[in-house]
C-alpha cells in the first residue's frame, strides 16, 4: 500500500511543485523563471534615455547625447588646413615680440591646441567669465572671435596699471569690467589682431578690424550652431602671470583663401610641377602618330556605295603621267599639302604648304612649353622629305 501511494504521489503534481506544462505556459507568459530571463534582455528606460539622449524627454533643457550625438556630428565635414598651423606659428612669433614692448615685461606664449569643431559646441563649453571680441576680416567678407580668459584679461589689467612685478597675481574678482579696463583689453586685441594680419601676409593680404568686445557669448554669435570652426588656444605668460587666449574662425571666413591654406607647405602650386611638364612634353614630342597620304577624293551617290561588291572599280579623276598634288592628314585632321614622288627607292611627299594654323596665331607661351619647330622649317626641300604609307 505504501508503494501504491507513492506511486500516486509522484504521478500527481502537487500545490509546490507544478506540472511540466503549468511550467512551460508560465515561461511563455513571462512568470516563474521565464521572468528573469526577459528581464536581462530588456531595456529599462534608463539605458533607452541614455542611447538616445533623452529625445523624448518633456524638459526644456536636456543634454546631448548618446544616438543624437553622433547623428548630428555626421551633418560636418573638416578639412584638413596645414598652411593654418604655419599662420598660428608666425602669430606666436609676432605677438610674443608686441606683448614685450606693449607691457615692458618677460613674454612666452605657447600655442597648446589648434582643433576641429561645431561653433555651438564651441560656444557651449566657454566659460561665462571670458571676454568675447569680435573683429571682422575685410577682404574675406566674414567675422571671427578672439576669447580672453578671466585670468588674462586681468592680469593685462594689473600689469599696464603698474602692478610691481613679483608680487604674485592678483586674484580673479568677479565683477564686471569697468570701461578704463575694457579700453586696455581692446587695445591688446587689436594688438593681436595686427599681428595675425601680418601671420596671413603669405596666403594673402587681409585686414582684421576690431568690432566689438561683449561680456556674454550669446552676444558674440558669428556663425550658426552647426557650422565648423577652427579653435586654436595660446597660453601666455607674463613674468608671475599668465592666461589663455583662443582665435576661433568659422571655415566660411576661410572660404577666398581656402585652397591656400590646404597646401602641404609654403609656395606649393597645385597643377603646376615643372618636372612633370617637361617630361609629359618630351613623352608627347617622341610619341608615334599616323599620317595618312590622300591622293584624291571624289563623291560618290550612297546607292553607288551599297551596291559595291567583290570586282566593282571606282574611277578616280587622276592622271598617271602628272605630278600627284596630295593631302596629308592625321585621324582625318589636315595637315599639309604636297607632291607625291620617290627618295631612295621609296615613296615620299614633298610638303608645299602647311594647313594646320599659323605661327603667329599659336602664343610665344603655348610654342614654348610645347618645343614647337618655325614653320619655316617645315617648307619644301629635300630636307623636308618625309617617308610616309601613301593610301
Same mark, same amino acid.
Given at each position: 500500500?505504501?508503494?501504491?501511494?507513492?506511486?500516486?504521489?509522484?504521478?500527481?503534481?502537487?500545490?509546490?511543485?507544478?506540472?511540466?506544462?503549468?511550467?512551460?505556459?508560465?515561461?511563455?507568459?513571462?512568470?516563474?523563471?521565464?521572468?528573469?530571463?526577459?528581464?536581462?534582455?530588456?531595456?529599462?528606460?534608463?539605458? @533607452?534615455?541614455?542611447?538616445?539622449?533623452?529625445?523624448?524627454?518633456?524638459?526644456?533643457?536636456? +543634454?546631448?547625447?548618446?544616438?543624437?550625438? @553622433?547623428?548630428?556630428?555626421?551633418?560636418?565635414?573638416? +578639412?584638413?588646413? *596645414?598652411?593654418?598651423?604655419? =599662420? !598660428?606659428?608666425?602669430?606666436?612669433?609676432?605677438?610674443?615680440?608686441? %606683448?614685450?614692448?606693449?607691457?615692458?615685461?618677460? #613674454?612666452?606664449?605657447?600655442?597648446?591646441?589648434?582643433?576641429? %569643431?561645431?561653433?555651438?559646441?564651441?560656444?557651449?563649453?566657454?566659460?561665462?567669465?571670458?571676454?568675447?571680441?569680435? !573683429? $571682422?576680416?575685410?577682404?574675406?567678407?566674414?567675422?571671427?572671435?578672439?576669447?580672453?580668459?578671466?585670468?588674462?584679461?586681468?592680469?593685462?589689467?594689473?600689469?599696464?596699471?603698474?602692478?610691481?612685478?613679483?608680487?604674485?597675481? /592678483?586674484? =580673479?574678482?568677479?565683477?564686471?569690467?569697468?570701461?578704463?579696463?575694457?579700453? %586696455?583689453?581692446?587695445?591688446? =586685441?587689436?594688438?593681436?589682431?595686427?599681428?595675425?594680419?601680418?601671420? !596671413?601676409?603669405?596666403?594673402? /593680404?587681409?585686414?582684421?578690424?576690431?568690432?566689438?568686445?561683449?561680456?556674454?557669448?550669446?552676444?558674440?554669435?558669428?556663425?550658426?550652431? &552647426?557650422?565648423?570652426?577652427?579653435?586654436?588656444?595660446?597660453?601666455?605668460?607674463?613674468?608671475?602671470? &599668465?592666461?589663455n587666449m583662443e582665435i576661433v574662425i568659422p571655415y566660411a571666413t576661410f572660404e577666398p583663401v581656402r585652397e /591656400?591654406?590646404?597646401?602641404?607647405?609654403?609656395?606649393?602650386? !597645385?597643377?603646376?610641377?615643372?618636372?612633370?611638364?617637361?617630361?609629359?612634353?618630351?613623352?608627347?614630342?617622341?610619341?608615334?602618330?599616323? #599620317?595618312?597620304? =590622300?591622293?584624291?577624293?571624289?563623291?560618290?551617290?550612297?546607292?553607288?556605295?551599297?551596291?559595291?561588291?567583290?570586282? &566593282?572599280?571606282?574611277?578616280? *579623276?587622276?592622271?598617271?603621267?602628272?605630278?600627284?598634288?596630295? $593631302?596629308?592628314?592625321?585621324d582625318g585632321t589636315p595637315l599639309f599639302e604636297g607632291t607625291l614622288g620617290r627618295l631612295h627607292n621609296m615613296?615620299?611627299?614633298?610638303?608645299?604648304?602647311?594647313?594646320?594654323?599659323?605661327?603667329?596665331?599659336?602664343?610665344?607661351?603655348?610654342?614654348?612649353?610645347?618645343?614647337? @619647330?618655325?614653320?619655316?622649317?617645315?617648307?619644301?626641300?629635300?630636307?623636308?622629305?618625309?617617308?610616309?604609307?601613301g593610301k
Amino acid at each position: 500500500m505504501a508503494d501504491e501511494d507513492e506511486q500516486g504521489q509522484a504521478g500527481q503534481p502537487t500545490a509546490d511543485q507544478p506540472d511540466m506544462g503549468e511550467a512551460e505556459s508560465a515561461a511563455t507568459t513571462g512568470s516563474g523563471d521565464g521572468e528573469t530571463v526577459d528581464e536581462d534582455r530588456a531595456l529599462d528606460q534608463s539605458a @533607452i534615455d541614455a542611447m538616445l539622449g533623452d529625445t523624448f524627454s518633456n524638459s526644456a533643457l536636456r +543634454e546631448e547625447s548618446g544616438m543624437e550625438r @553622433i547623428i548630428k556630428a555626421g551633418f560636418v565635414a573638416y +578639412e584638413r588646413m *596645414p598652411m593654418l598651423e604655419n =599662420v !598660428f606659428d608666425r602669430l606666436v612669433r609676432f605677438l610674443s615680440s608686441t %606683448l614685450r614692448g606693449f607691457t615692458n615685461d618677460n #613674454v612666452d606664449i605657447t600655442m597648446e591646441d589648434m582643433r576641429s %569643431l561645431r561653433f555651438g559646441d564651441y560656444m557651449s563649453g566657454v566659460p561665462t567669465s571670458s571676454l568675447f571680441s569680435v !573683429f $571682422r576680416a575685410e577682404q574675406w567678407r566674414n567675422y571671427g572671435l578672439v576669447i580672453l580668459d578671466s585670468d588674462l584679461s586681468y592680469a593685462i589689467v594689473d600689469i599696464l596699471m603698474g602692478a610691481i612685478p613679483g608680487r604674485g597675481a /592678483k586674484a =580673479v574678482e568677479n565683477r564686471p569690467h569697468t570701461a578704463l579696463e575694457r579700453a %586696455l583689453i581692446e587695445k591688446l =586685441v587689436v594688438i593681436t589682431l595686427a599681428d595675425l594680419a601680418e601671420a !596671413f601676409t603669405p596666403v594673402g /593680404k587681409v585686414d582684421l578690424s576690431f568690432e566689438r568686445l561683449e561680456v556674454s557669448s550669446s552676444l558674440a554669435v558669428i556663425a550658426r550652431p &552647426s557650422n565648423a570652426a577652427i579653435a586654436a588656444k595660446f597660453h601666455i605668460d607674463m613674468g608671475d602671470r &599668465s592666461g589663455n587666449m583662443e582665435i576661433v574662425i568659422p571655415y566660411a571666413t576661410f572660404e577666398p583663401v581656402r585652397e /591656400k591654406l590646404a597646401q602641404q607647405f609654403m609656395g606649393e602650386n !597645385f597643377g603646376s610641377d615643372s618636372i612633370w611638364e617637361n617630361h609629359l612634353i618630351s613623352e608627347i614630342m617622341e610619341t608615334s602618330v599616323t #599620317v595618312s597620304t =590622300v591622293f584624291e577624293s571624289s563623291s560618290f551617290p550612297l546607292s553607288q556605295i551599297l551596291a559595291l561588291k567583290k570586282g &566593282s572599280v571606282l574611277h578616280l *579623276p587622276c592622271k598617271a603621267d602628272a605630278p600627284h598634288n596630295v $593631302r596629308m592628314e592625321c585621324d582625318g585632321t589636315p595637315l599639309f599639302e604636297g607632291t607625291l614622288g620617290r627618295l631612295h627607292n621609296m615613296q615620299a611627299v614633298r610638303i608645299d604648304q602647311r594647313l594646320i594654323p599659323p605661327e603667329e596665331d599659336l602664343t610665344p607661351e603655348l610654342l614654348a612649353s610645347l618645343g614647337a @619647330i618655325p614653320a619655316e622649317h617645315h617648307m619644301a626641300g629635300q630636307e623636308g622629305l618625309h617617308h610616309v604609307s601613301g593610301k
